[in-house]
């Protein structure tokens, strides 16, 4: 279901109420777009809820805990989802990847120490259904993990679905655009991958659903411009200066990273969709999702709504049981991305 975009909050429409929803480690590409979330001045981020993805889920609760402190904003809840996908099984290449959900460690260890701040007692997706149902209408949701906590949320409360305002999702990777193709498997990107059950829920619920796929991302590598930038800023909100110096500007000292990192602002895109629509360009498609075994398990599957034309005889086909259209994002003005981000920061003034 697609609605108009939301207004550009430049136009002086209010904050944006927000969740997110993250497979956050310390700095990485979830850790560097909350901080744009948490620094924005257009944002009221009324909470965190980490799922498992990228690390085990005791992990990810503990970085963003950890990063709340060290930006000052420990008034956001943080409370944890799910620490495993609905049914993808743990297995050796997920681990060798970025994989490393349930691996239930009996010690975390985090790169800048463990926060005395404590998690939320309530569950992600009860909180998610919470927030949405007290803010009718208002409500952002921005999904950069594994879509689990969402889905059963839809699953648990499927009222949500119509008094949510929008949802931004990273996932997927769309075959139609250049870039396309798979970061997990040839097929597969991660968010998908990791829980393909879920995406499919989610991506089939009638809401407002904008999805930024893994070719979008794939233009955003970090410049190191950008980190230079930050790192260096006398204006920077709290703590944020220090967090890309510390632990962003080393990771150039390798050569094969002298300009640019191998990932990039990533999950920043789905905050900066939320802030300045305007910088991406979109279309309307369908978007489902693979769940059968095989190599195409967690696959993304785009096309236009309505039937199909096969050949010129206009032979058509109806497309049983689609989803929904939702908004599929196939570019971005990195330069204007870029310049949001620094402005959520402090680093630039507001133009
Ligand atoms: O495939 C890209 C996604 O997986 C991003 O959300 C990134 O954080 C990685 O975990
Ligand atoms: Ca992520």
Known sequence: MVLDPLPDTRKGTGRVKVIYDTDIGWMN?????????????????????????????????????????????????????????????????????????????????????????????????????????????????????????????????????????????????????????????????????????????????????????????RKTRLPKGFVEAIAGSRSAKRGVADLFRTWTMPLFASTVRENHLSYGLYDSCVVGYALRPALFKSAELCVDVVTLPGPQYGMSVAYEAGERIVDDENIRFPIENPPPPVTVVHDVEFDGLVSLYLESVGVLASG
């Open 29 to 217: 590409d979830d850790c560097i777009a909350v901080i744009m979330a948490l620094c924005s001045p257009d944002i009221e981020l009324l909470g965190i809820t980490p799922v498992m993805g990228n690390y085990d889920l005791k992990h990810e609760v503990a970085c963003a805990l950890r990063l709340l402190e060290v930006i000052g904003r420990e008034d956001v809840p943080v409370c944890p989802g799910f620490d495993r996908p609905l049914l993808h099984e743990r297995s050796r290449y997920a681990d060798a990847m970025w994989g490393r959900w349930a691996t239930f460690a009996a010690d975390i260890d985090l790169p800048a120490g463990l926060p005395a701040l404590e998690p939320d007692r309530r569950h992600a997706c009860d909180f998610i259904i919470e927030a949405v149902r007290a803010n009718p209408g208002e409500v952002t949701i921005l999904a950069v993990g594994p879509l689990t906590n969402l889905a059963v949320a839809i699953r648990k409360a499927p009222d949500i679905v119509g008094l949510v305002r929008q949802v931004i999702i990273m996932g997927g990777g769309i075959g139609l655009y250049p870039g396309g193709w798979g970061n997990s498997t040839p097929l597969a990107e991660f968010n998908f991958w990791v829980d393909p059950e879920a995406a499919r829920i989610v991506l089939r619920a009638p809401m407002p659903t904008v999805l930024v796929p893994i070719n979008v991302c």
